[in-house]
């Protein structure tokens, strides 16, 4: 199936009963919640084992809840495209037909999305902490070698798989099937994308929950816009998200060396 096929004619070839069983808004919380409960079971385990600072501890281990809530997505992705019919595939298949023009018009988004990644995110950090260097320190904590290396590996991965198809691709044309418009639909998406940050990981702490809320929202509807606008360039942007989020992990990484 092209993408541009599937994505924009979801709206309409959804019927009554099947925007009834779509289930958006379940969709957009999904991986916030998944997020906080892995986190939360990390965390029993800690307390389990005796340790008093169990849910401090389990926030170091935000790679290992992202990585388990990808693969989650990616099921869920799997078996919503098997129930209508639809091949997961064909939403990560580059269309071989417009590869010129789609890598034109990627760098022309990836002007606008790269600054928008980036100035929010240490704007907003000085602005809450006074040196985002501070807020950074709360959010890359060490773990054991093993873990680092696995998250190392499997977290950029698995999430160019499961986070923009999540938001762009299944919940927001869903969103204009149950009646919202376009420009609704996207910044609806587009803000749940950003708050899922707010539980990865998950500290009770109100400036750092503020910064993971916030901080991506800018870079999230340049994002949803230019899938909006080219759904073809929703695999192109999958493979720029998974090269940006090796930063992450590698950060996490030699903080447990």
């Not at 401090?56 to 992705?77: D, E, G, M, Q, Y």
């Not at 320190?137 to 873990?147: D, G, K, S």
């Not at 109100?206 to 340049?222: E, I, Q, S, V």
């Amino acid at each position: 199936m092209n993408m541009d096929i599937a994505l924009s004619t979801t709206p309409a070839r959804l019927s009554a009963q099947e925007r009834g069983h779509s289930f958006p808004w379940v969709t957009l919380v999904s991986r916030t919640v998944l997020f906080a409960a892995f986190q939360a079971i990390i965390a029993a385990g800690f307390a389990l084992s005796g340790r008093e600072d169990a849910w401090s501890a389990s926030a170091a281990w935000w790679p290992v809840t992202a990585v388990l809530t990808n693969l989650v997505s990616i099921a869920r992705l799997w078996s919503q495209a098997a129930c209508e019919g639809r091949s997961l595939r064909s939403l990560y298949q580059v269309d071989g037909r417009h590869v010129g023009r789609d890598v034109l018009a990627l760098l022309g988004v990836l002007v606008v999305a790269a600054p928008m990644a980036q100035l929010p995110n240490i704007a907003l950090a000085t602005l809450l902490f006074g040196d985002p260097q501070r807020a950074l320190e709360m959010f890359v904590l060490p773990l054991p070698t093993w873990a680092a290396v696995a998250a190392l590996v499997l977290f950029p991965l698995t999430i160019p798989f499961s986070e923009l198809p999540t938001y762009y691709a299944d919940a927001m044309p869903r969103l204009e099937a149950w009646g919202l418009g376009r420009v609704q639909a996207l910044v609806v998406a587009a803000f749940f994308h950003s708050a899922q940050h707010a539980t990865l990981p998950l500290l009770f702490d109100a400036r750092f929950l503020t910064w993971r809320l916030f901080m991506f929202l800018p870079f999230a509807l340049t994002v949803g816009a230019a899938v909006r606008w080219r759904p073809r360039l929703l695999p192109w942007l999958m493979a720029v998200h998974g090269l940006l989020d090796v930063s992450a992990a590698w950060l996490v990484f030699a903080a447990s060396r």
